[in-house]
Structures are given as structure tokens and as C-alpha cells.
């Protein structure tokens, strides 16, 4: 072991090369690092072997031998004989003495054991806490010239990091072009293309506008390599979604980087970009989540392996996975802990757990006094919040024009993954080039779907053509909330929010795109605007300079482009003021300035006329969801790919849901999709080894499931199945199993879910049959092909070449055993909805696909749960929504208060439940009111229905 100090900055690129040699390189060896390194690298090392070593081959320059305590007399001795410097250090593990069991818990998660199994080798002296001076002085009085020595360390390390100063790397302009001017020209062409005959002049002047700016703060590189990025994109054919604040921009339209039109729709570049900015703006592209990889390799193959990085995410403990942890590494069960975790909310904190307890109906027999989780409970207290291993940030890269291990060491996150050292924030810090490539299913559903309507209809659908915000059906799509699959606006929240609002123009799903968010919704903006909208109140403003800012969202702020415009206008602050109170409402790391931010407001607003009570009640409305709100260019970007979806939806039904239940979903999981399909007319095939692909397909009015959704087939096995079958279809169980690599947990799911089904055999006799046959073992197809196994016309299974010949017929599986294996190895139902399971069929159950017809009246309806929400009223008092279907549509229902305290201990998970209520209807919207609430009981499927109704009965009188 040996410590090492930068002191310089070229010392500190050592450092950075010398840690990733050590997280990556297999054959790393500590002496030849350290004996590399330069006088720029001060080394302590307490290892006599390891500083003769060094000493050999570096010479004692910048070399100490470290004394880490007062008993280390050897080492002292050893450096006095080979003239070498001491110097004091206290090997820090915890900060306090009674931070020690901390420690050994945190050791105990990290090496997946129990506090009690860690090797003692692990287990960290009692001397391991942060000592003060006055103790280290003490502690090595016997040594003053060691602890004089920290400071002669201290004096001569000076590294001055290149922090605020960006650093862009090279891209090559043609011969004979600037970056300036070559982003001129890309510019001017893509304006040419985007406007056909002269250009208007508006849209001149706001090209130049933009172009002196960015040519201003030097960012010209920065846009021309995004540019060789989506333009690499679009020569393979991979869509993609310039989101954010970068669809504000005239440039980046101009360049195909994003596709809405900023004049048209009239978007505000300096959200995007201002003259005063001095960081480089972000410009996120979305690629589908099934090709990003191409794209992320193109990167790393053009601007080099040693100058490009995955960006890491620091993960931390948090409530329920701290709980989680140290129930593990106290020894608690699996059940002991997955019984007390799976009904805490998923952002609790343990610190509240007594108020959840008390609050919330689900948790109310949390055994918080018992054991093991009063131990659990005081353990994860401690150490919630600290960092528990480097993952993968969503999107973010990094792009270096010098090696990146100059600035930033490297090391692999759990599952291998090679990662910058620091998040997001450090790598922007240090002025290195970050760019967020994110991974999008909704991309990844269009592409899949133009794909397979070309395939099987050659038909090539352009968007670039069809302009799907003008096609009626789409629009009556949109209008009625019938939008489940389609990119973002597909939750109960927005369907409904899409019924309220009347939406059948792009700029109103643009705005729906951003009031759903929760600081618009949260502080009664959403209200306002969809009152307002629909002509039930007034439109106001808080002050007569709002109109013109707010006149086009009835004088409500919805974007965070309302919070510059009203932060300029009203509080006369610059634009790069304005900007900067924006980042800081929307990053929570700059929120402490925020109270800064709030004075510079109200004295601006004071000095431009605005009385105290309106500067007052604007900044509140401001605080309150800027910190959530969209910039209306990110709305715009991300509805343009919803308005797409839902053309395709419209248009292609099955093969837009089969590629939606291929991507595996959105929002729902994938039996509310297969639901969502059977009530739009189309049929649900189940798997077959001879007609299904890997993932779903699309036939006509079919959907066949692919192979990929049987649980427990492994993907070996489903290329051996595709590849086999290429020669001849299967034609019976023995030729199945000769021809292909399964093991016997995989034959049995194909077995009960139906994918073997037509082989003049039922379920139950294949699964017999299977039995007999790997009677000696689980063997490799090759091996199978010494034996005869057949089955004849009256369902005889003879095993050959033993002389055995056994006769039987078995039943084939009824309704509920099919529906039970399918559920058991699909997680769907493909025969019937899982409701087939319950016997509902009643004159006082209603169905919710006509629930209109009983607006206002009292109802008595059963469902699975499809998605919840728990929120708070006004008076912070916790209730619940859920979204529950029938074998005919979904419904809403709403627990209030009262309702929820009394029935909210029995939802803790699908159910399905008997819920009955009273019919709301606004505008054509419809919800359940909950009246009262009960599980249907799982034992008695055909009685489960009829029990929980007579005991609502009961309750109800």
C-alpha cells in the first residue's frame, strides 16, 4: 500500500493514470507504478519492502516512509539507515470512535456477508478515526520531524485544477473552413431545405442572431460534433430526438439535430443560449434504447478509446435499500425482509418511518418495535445517504481532446462497465465536453414499427412527408385519451389530462406535455390553466407586463422559458441573471442560492413599480415549480414523438403493439398492454416454437408473443429453437427436443404456456412425456437422439429402446389451468382475461367500459390494479389513486381520506378488488369515488366474487 500526492497539475494526471491502471489492468503492479511516477508525485509508504523497492528505482526523491503509528519504531529506524524522510498519517476509516460498527456493517454489505462472517483481516483496528493535531502531535512526540513533515508536504502541493474553462475537442472542418464558417454553411443549407422558395426574413435574422452568439462564446465545435453524431444516425437509419432546451434553437433545427420548428412554434433561444452564458449549453439527443450502443461505439472508434468515457452515477443508500442491506448483513431472512419492505413507499426515509406508519394506510402494521427490524430500522439510520457503488449515468459521456485520464481517473462499475470516476457535475466542472446520448423506448417502437409495416406491406412511412398533427383520426385519438402505448402520454394522469384539456392540436399536447409536472400541477397552475382554457374562469394576469409574456397559456406559467421572461421583464434582471435563477431552481445543488436569487427578485420587481403583494405572490408561483417545470422546447420535442406514435397507433394498431409490447412497455407492464391490444380488437396469440420469433409479432389483426417472454428460456435456447426450425417446423415433442438445446425448466414453461400446443398431445401427457424422456438427465439435444420417443394418434407413449410400453390419455388443461400457467410463465393471460378466474358475472357488478351510462350513480365493480398513486390533499392528508381494469376497459378509481385510512391496509399489490363506488363525471372524464373497498378472494376463484360482494353488502348497510 502507498499514498500519493499531486504537486501539480502534472502530478495530478499521474495520479489519475496510476488509479485506473490499478482499477482496469489485470496485471497491475504496484511497484512499477510507483516507480514510474515523476517528481510531481509525493509517495508515503509504510511498507519497508515496497519503499526499498522504490527507493531503488525512483531514488528517495519526493519518497517518505509513512508512520501510521506511535509503535512504528521498525519503520523509523528503516528510514533513518536509508536516509529517508518521515512523516506522521492517521489512516482514516470512520470519523468518530463509535463509527467502528458502522464501518463493520458497511463492510459486511459490501462483501456480502454478515457482521459476523467478516474475516478479521477486514475488520479495522480501533485506532482507524480521524484524530486532531494535538492527538497526532502526542501520538508521535517521539518522532516532531514526522509531523513536521506534513506541512512540508502540505506547502508544496499546488494543484490548480482547470476549473470553468471548457475544453472542446478538435473536429475536423473540410480544407479551407473555421469551425465558424463551416457551422455557417451546414446552418444556411439545412434553412435552404426546411424553407422552400425565399426564406423569410425573420428566420434570416434569427440564423444570424443565433450563429454571432455561438461564434461569440467559441461553442461552433461543440455544435458541429453533435451534428457528426445524429448525421452518423441517420445514415444508419437510427431515429432520433434532439430534446431539451436545444429545440429552442434555429441552429439546431437547421442541422437535423432537433426537429421542431422554433419560428413556427415560437421558441425562445435564450433558454437555450444567452450572450452572457459562459458553459456550454446541453444539447441531449435520444436515440431508440436497442441501437444507442451503435452510436455510442462510433463515438469512441472517431475521437479515440483514450479520449472518450461513460460518465458514472454515484448510487447511494436509501430507505428501502438501506433496510434491505442490513437486514442482509444481520442475518435477517429473505422473508423477514421483503415482508417488511415491499409496502414502504419507494422515497421513504427511515428517519420517518414512525410518521409513515401513521399516515399511510399500507404501512399502518409495520412492526417497527420487533425483531430483527428495530435493529434493521436503527442500522440503516446510520447510513442512509452514503454512496453505495458507481454505476452508469443514464445518457451522459464525455469527449476529451487530451487523454481523459489526465484530468479524471476510470475504474468498472459492478457489472464491468468502464466509467469516469466522477458524476456529471466534476466532469463539467473540470471544462470537459459532456454530452447526453440517452437510450428512448418510444424511439425504439416507432423505428420498430415503420420497420415492420415495410417489411410485411412495403409500405416506407416518412415522417418527413406526413404530418401527423394534421390527420383527424390521430387528433380523435389524442381527444379521447386513448393513448396507452403512445410515448409520454400514455398514464392514467395524462389520458385524463388530454380529455379535460380537449386535445387535438400540437401546441395545446405541448402544453399538457408540461402542466402534468408536478410543480405545475402541485401548486394549482394545472387548475387555473385547464379552467381557464375551457372557458370556466377568468383569464388574469398578476401585473399588466405579464400579459404579453403569458397571453398564449391564459396567464398561467408553464415553461421555464415564463421564468426568464418574467424574471427579465418584471424584475429587470439580464438575460444570464434570469438564466442563472432558473438553473437554480432546476439543479438542486445551486438551491442554496436561491434565497440570493429571491432578494435581487423582489427589489428589481419593487424598482420597477411592482408592488410588494404581487412581486411576492409571482416569485411563489415561480419557486414553486421551476424547479419541475419543462422548457417549452423539451414539451414541443417529445410531442412531436407522441403525436407519431399515436398516428402509428391509429394507423397500425398490431404492429404498433406488438413493437410496444417487444420494447417492454412504458408506463404499464406488459399484461396491461396485451389487455390494452384484446380491447382494441386485436387477437393475442400464445408462443410457439414453430410460428414465434424472439419477440412479438404482428399478423393482420394477430399479435403472436415471442419466445423471449416465457420466463425462464434463456436466449441460447431461443436462437436454438430459431435456428433448427429453419431446416423443417417441429412436428412432435421428440422431434422438438432431439433438434434443439433445452433443459428441462424450459421445456416444461414452452409445455404449460402452449407454445408446444398442435402436437396431437395435451399439455398434461407432454409433461409426462418429458418426465419419461430425460429420465436419465438433463442431456444436450445429441445426446437425446439415441432414444425413440413417439407419440401415436391415441396419445401412446412408447420409450424406446427399453421395452416398456405405457398407455394413458390425460385431460387437457381447462380454462383456469391455462390461465394460471400462463400468468405463472408469460406474466400474462393470453386465453382470457385473468378476471376468467373469478366468477363476476352478476346483475349488480357493472363493467367499466360502460361506466358513462352510470355517471352519478352508485357502482359495484371488479378489477385488477393496472398502476396507483399516492398523494395529499390541501390539508396534507394522504389518498390514493388507482387505475384497475376489467375485461373490458380501465377505470379510475379515487380514495379520499377517509375511505383510504379505513381500506388502504388491503392494497398492497394487482388484487384484484371489488370496489364499490359512486360514478364522477367531469366534463368526459369519468372516475370512481370509493365507497368502500375488498380484495376478491384467491382460494375460491368461482366463489371469490360472490364472498367479497355479500361481505360489501354487509359493510354497507
Not at 385 to 402: A, D, E, K, N, T
Not at 819 to 828: G, K, N, Q, T, Y
Not at 904 to 915: A, E, K, S, T
Amino acid at each position: 500500500r502507498a499514498g500519493v500526492l499531486a504537486k501539480n497539475l502534472k502530478g495530478f494526471g499521474e495520479i489519475c493514470r496510476a488509479i485506473t491502471a490499478r482499477q482496469l489492468d489485470p496485471g497491475f503492479s504496484l511497484v512499477d507504478q510507483l516507480a514510474m511516477l515523476s517528481d510531481s508525485v509525493i509517495v508515503l509508504c509504510p511498507d519497508l519492502n515496497l519503499l526499498n523497492h522504490i527507493a531503488q528505482k525512483r531514488g528517495g526523491q519526493n519518497l517518505y516512509a509513512e508512520l501510521t503509528h506511535s509503535a512504528d519504531r521498525h519503520i523509523l529506524q528503516f528510514a533513518r539507515d536509508k536516509n529517508l524522510p518521515v512523516v506522521a498519517t492517521n489512516r482514516v476509516f470512520f470519523c468518530q470512535p463509535e463509527d467502528r460498527e458502522t464501518h463493520l456493517l458497511l463492510s459486511a454489505i459490501r462483501m456480502n456477508t454478515t457482521v459476523h462472517s467478516v474475516p478479521p483481516n477486514e475488520i479495522i483496528s480501533s485506532h482507524g478515526w480521524m484524530k486532531s493535531p494535538e492527538q497526532m502531535a502526542r501520538l508521535f512526540q517521539h518522532a516532531p520531524d514526522a509531523i513536521r513533515n506534513t506541512l512540508v508536504i502540505a506547502e508544496q502541493c499546488d494543484v490548480m485544477l482547470p476549473i470553468g474553462t471548457v475544453s472542446f475537442p478538435p473536429f475536423a472542418s473540410p480544407a479551407g473552413e473555421t469551425h465558424p464558417s463551416y457551422l455557417g454553411k451546414l446552418a444556411r443549407a439545412g434553412i435552404s431545405r426546411l424553407y422552400s422558395g425565399p426564406v423569410p426574413g425573420k428566420v434570416v435574422r434569427r440564423l444570424r442572431y443565433e450563429l454571432r452568439i455561438i461564434n461569440n462564446l467559441n461553442f461552433a465545435p461543440y455544435f458541429l460534433i453533435v451534428w457528426d453524431i445524429v448525421r452518423e444516425a441517420r445514415a444508419r437509419n437510427i431515429p432520433t430526438v434532439g430534446r431539451g432546451s436545444a429545440a429552442n434553437s434555429l441552429v439546431c433545427r437547421a442541422l437535423d439535430i432537433t426537429e421542431v420548428d422554433p419560428i413556427r412554434h415560437n421558441l425562445y433561444f435564450e433558454r437555450f443560449l444567452n450572450p452572457e452564458r459562459t458553459d456550454y449549453p446541453d444539447i441531449d439527443i435520444d436515440f431508440p434504447w436497442n441501437r444507442r450502443d451503435e452510436i455510442l461505439d462510433y463515438v469512441f472508434e472517431k475521437y479515440g478509446h483514450d479520449h472518450v468515457a461513460l460518465i458514472s452515477s454515484h448510487i447511494h443508500f436509501r430507505g428501502r435499500s438501506a433496510l434491505r442491506e442490513v437486514g442482509k448483513a444481520i442475518g435477517a431472512s429473505a422473508e423477514e425482509i421483503d415482508r417488511f419492505t415491499a409496502l414502504l413507499p419507494h422515497s421513504v426515509e427511515i428517519s420517518r418511518l414512525n410518521e409513515i406508519r401513521q399516515t399511510i394506510p399500507e404501512c399502518r402494521n409495520l412492526p417497527l418495535e420487533d425483531e430483527p427490524y428495530r435493529s434493521m430500522v436503527a442500522l440503516a439510520r446510520r447510513i442512509e445517504g452514503f454512496p453505495r457503488h458507481v454505476s452508469i449515468h443514464c445518457g451522459g459521456i464525455v469527449i476529451s481532446p487530451f487523454p481523459i485520464t489526465d484530468r479524471i481517473p476510470l475504474q468498472k462499475t459492478p457489472k464491468g462497465f468502464v466509467v469516469t470516476q466522477y458524476d456529471m457535475y466534476p466532469v463539467e466542472d473540470m471544462g470537459l465536453l459532456k454530452i447526453d446520448l440517452l437510450a428512448q423506448k418510444g424511439l425504439a417502437v416507432l423505428a420498430d414499427t415503420l420497420n415492420t409495416v415495410e417489411t410485411r406491406n412495403g409500405t416506407r412511412i416518412d415522417f418527413n412527408r406526413i404530418d401527423p398533427t394534421q390527420d383527424e383520426k390521430t387528433r380523435e385519438l389524442i381527444w379521447n385519451g386513448n393513448t396507452v402505448g403512445c410515448f409520454y402520454i400514455e398514464s392514467p394522469g395524462m389520458r385524463n389530462l388530454l380529455q379535460k384539456l380537449g386535445v387535438r392540436d400540437f401546441d395545446m399536447l405541448t402544453a399538457a406535455s408540461s402542466i402534468i409536472r408536478p410543480g405545475v400541477a402541485d401548486s394549482g397552475m394545472m387548475k387555473a390553466f385547464i379552467n381557464r382554457h375551457n372557458g370556466k374562469e377568468p383569464v388574469t394576469y398578476l401585473h399588466p407586463k405579464m400579459e404579453a409574456i403569458l397571453k398564449d397559456t391564459f396567464g398561467v406559467m408553464i415553461y421555464q422559458e415564463d421564468v426568464i421572461k418574467v424574471a427579465h421583464t418584471i424584475a429587470g434582471m439580464s438575460l444570464g441573471e434570469a438564466d442563472s435563477l432558473r438553473k437554480c431552481m432546476s439543479k438542486k445543488r445551486d438551491w442554496e442560492n436561491i434565497n440570493t436569487y429571491r432578494q435581487r427578485f423582489l427589489s428589481g420587481a419593487t424598482a420597477n413599480g411592482v408592488t410588494a403583494d404581487t412581486a411576492l405572490e409571482i416569485w411563489r408561483q415561480i419557486e414553486s415549480f421551476a424547479g419541475y417545470a419543462f422548457c417549452k422546447a423539451h414539451s414541443a420535442s417529445f410531442a412531436m414523438v407522441s403525436y407519431r406514435t399515436a398516428w402509428l397507433k391509429t394507423h397500425y394498431p398490431a404492429e404498433f403493439m406488438a413493437a410496444v409490447l417487444s420494447n417492454r412497455g412504458g408506463f404499464y407492464d406488459t399484461c396491461a398492454y396485451v389487455e390494452e391490444a384484446r380491447r382494441m380488437g386485436i387477437g393475442i396469440l400464445p408462443p410457439h416454437v414453430n410460428h414465434s420469433l424472439d419477440e412479438f409479432t404482428a399478423h393482420d389483426t394477430l399479435i403472436r408473443i415471442g419466445l423471449s417472454q416465457v420466463k425462464g428460456l434463456q436466449q441460447n435456447t431461443i436462437d436454438s429453437i430459431l435456428e433448427n426450425r429453419l431446416e423443417k417446423p417441429y412436428t412432435s415433442l421428440i422431434d422438438f427436443l432431439s433438434r434443439t438445446d433445452i433443459h428441462e425448466p424450459g421445456a416444461v414453461a414452452l409445455i404449460r404456456c402452449g407454445a408446444l400446443d398442435g402436437f396431437e398431445s395435451s399439455r398434461p401427457e407432454m409433461l409426462w412425456a418429458l418426465k419419461v424422456f430425460l429420465k436419465s438427465g438433463d442431456m444436450p439435444g445429441h445426446a437425446r437422439r439415441k432414444y425413440c420417443l413417439a407419440l401415436t394418434p391415441r396419445q401412446k407413449i412408447i420409450l424406446q429402446p427399453e421395452p416398456l410400453r405405457v398407455s394413458f390419455k390425460l385431460t387437457e388443461y381447462d380454462l383456469r389451468e391455462k390461465l394460471l400457467a400462463e400468468l405463472e410463465h408469460l406474466d400474462l393471460t393470453v386465453s382470457d382475461h385473468l378476471l376468467a378466474l373469478y366468477d363476476i358475472n352478476g346483475k349488480d357488478m357493472a363493467n367499466a367500459r360502460e361506466l358513462m351510462r352510470s355517471a352519478g350513480r352508485i357502482v359495484t365493480l371488479a378489477g385488477w390494479l393496472v398502476t396507483a398513486k399516492q398523494t395529499r390533499t390541501a390539508k396534507n392528508e394522504p389518498m390514493k389513486f388507482m387505475t384497475l381494469e376489467d375485461a373490458t376497459a380501465s377505470f379510475e378509481v379515487t380514495l379520499f381520506p377517509k375511505i383510504y385510512k379505513r381500506f388502504g391496509p388491503l392494497l398492497y399489490d394487482r388484487g384484484p378488488y371489488i370496489v364499490k363506488g359512486r360514478v364522477e363525471k367531469e366534463g368526459r372524464c369519468l372516475s370512481v369515488t370509493a365507497l368502500w373497498v375488498d380484495r376478491m378472494v384467491t382460494t375460491h376463484y368461482r366463489r371469490g366474487a360472490k364472498d367479497a360482494i355479500e361481505r360489501r353488502d354487509e359493510g354497507t348497510q
